[in-house]
T-cell receptor
Framework: GENVEQHPSTLSVQEGDSAVIKCTYS??????FPWYKQELGKGPQLIID?????GEKKDQRIAVTLNKTAKHFSLHITETQPEDSAVYFC???????????FGAGTRLTVKP | DVKVTQSSRYLVKRTGEKVFLECVQD?????MFWYRQDPGLGLRLIYF???????EKGDIPEGYSVSREKKERFSLILESASTNQTSMYLC?????????FGPGTRLTVT
């Protein structure tokens, strides 16, 4: 089955700096890669996703890149703000979505 | 907006009790999921359901069962709660591959 590894487990940056979180996956059949943000006391919220037919997707300060050959994908947050502080999860699944597997999470802290 | 609600935010139960966790979604989604979340382990799939009365085991189904009698409601049942089931439980529904999560239930078994 799919195995998703996520690094780093914790990340601390200064406000305004960029943050990068990286994930690798094992199953070449995976073709959908979402990223979730979980704030304290809340459930994970989908913030951006990418499918295997594109290499990069951007939404304002957030971007995701995918390298299918190397089986890795990354989340990039630019101009970080304190409200970006949260736990971020990557995930991978095939088309039917019932086999989604999650990384262990990255706790991002943005210092003002 | 998709809304997934869970019956309790916090729950404390004793070892051996039968525990019901309820999840309701309001978007007519076919697929619903139950995960548990533990520090350093991410989200692990317990069970999912792709239709009323249909269910499939996930990665860690032992000690759990589920019920889906209506499309909008998916229940997780701990037949005899044990201390190693102390965790955060997250419900999700999905459409078009995107999963939408509820706020979670933090269950403590003493």
């Amino acid at each position: 089955g799919e195995n998703v590894e996520q690094h780093p487990s914790t990340l601390s940056v200064q406000e305004g700096d960029s943050a990068v979180i990286k994930c690798t996956y094992s199953d070449s059949a995976s073709n959908y890669f979402p990223w979730y943000k979980q704030e304290l006391g809340k459930g994970p919220q989908l913030i951006i996703d990418i499918r295997s037919n594109v290499g990069e997707k951007k939404d304002q300060r957030i971007a995701v890149t995918l390298n299918k050959t190397a089986k890795h994908f990354s989340l990039h947050i630019t101009e970080t703000q304190p409200e970006d502080s949260a736990v971020y999860f990557c995930a991978a699944s095939s088309e039917n979505n019932n086999d989604m597997r999650f990384g262990a999470g990255t706790r991002l802290t943005v210092k003002p | 907006d998709v809304k997934v609600t869970q019956s309790s935010r916090y729950l404390v139960k004793r070892t051996g009790e039968k525990v019901f966790l309820e999840c309701v979604q309001d978007m007519d989604h076919e697929n619903m999921f139950w995960y548990r979340q533990d520090p350093g382990l991410g989200l692990r799939l317990i069970y999912f359901s792709y239709d009323v009365k249909m269910k499939e085991k996930g990665d860690i189904p032992e000690g759990y069962s589920v019920s889906r009698e209506k499309k909008e409601r998916f229940s997780l049942i701990l037949e005899s709660a044990s201390t190693n089931q102390t965790s955060m439980y997250l419900c999700a529904s999905s459409f078009g591959g995107k999963q939408y999560f509820g706020p979670g239930t933090r269950l403590t078994v003493t």
